[in-house]
């Protein structure tokens, strides 16, 4: 059994390192999809309240509070038949990464998928996210918030890395597919 999160800044390719998992038959966990629900929770527009709710999340229930509330979804996955390596996408805090290693040892490594401030604006920009050109300034206050999670230190202690600064889609994808065979080569369907 493995859980492998993932931590990158926002646009360094997070999510489609998920879809590589997913499509490789490895559950995926998205902390976000538990802000997402608090969101909802809260009568609150996800798109427009994420981020508020995630400090709002941490305030309430400590640093871990986010990691804390995806662990059931996590343990569900692993329970599942055949089921031998989980990722979680999206970690955000040295608090987080300790409690996922509190919870599973060894067993729980993290995955930092990096990328040039300019490469992750520019794809956002093309997905009409947080970062036309105008709106450059809107992603650094948002990495500013999630770098005071303490993101840079996860993203510093990761176990594994695979860069994204603007080689081939498919070299990235090979790229993760191939950490997530080292990690677990018998979850990793071919």
């Known amino acids: 059994m493995s859980v492998v999160g993932t931590v990158g800044m926002p646009g360094s390719g997070k999510g489609e390192a998920a879809a590589v998992a997913e499509s490789a038959g490895v559950p995926v966990v998205t902390m976000g999809d538990v802000i997402r629900e608090a969101c909802r929770e809260r009568g609150l527009e996800p798109a427009t309240h994420h981020g508020e709710v995630a400090q709002t999340l941490r305030d309430e229930g400590g640093p871990a509070a986010v990691a804390e509330a995806s662990l059931p979804h996590v343990e569900r996955a692993l329970g599942e038949a055949g089921v031998d390596l989980v990722v979680v996408d999206g970690l955000r805090s040295p608090a987080e990464t300790s409690r996922f290693r509190e919870r599973f040892g060894d067993d729980f490594s993290v995955l930092a998928v990096e990328a040039p401030f300019e490469t ?21 206050a ?43 080569p018998e979850a990793v369907d071919r």
Do not use: H, K
């Open 142 to 184: 948002r990495e500013e918030r999630e770098l005071d999670w303490g993101m840079d230190d996860v993203i510093a202690d990761a176990d594994r890395r695979v860069e994204n600064d603007g080689r081939s889609l498919a070299a990235f994808r090979d790229a993760v597919r191939e950490v997530l065979d080292e990690v677990q």
């Open 120 to 140: 992750r604006a520019d794809r956002l920009a093309e997905r009409g996210r947080d970062a036309t050109d105008a709106d450059r300034e809107r992603l650094r």
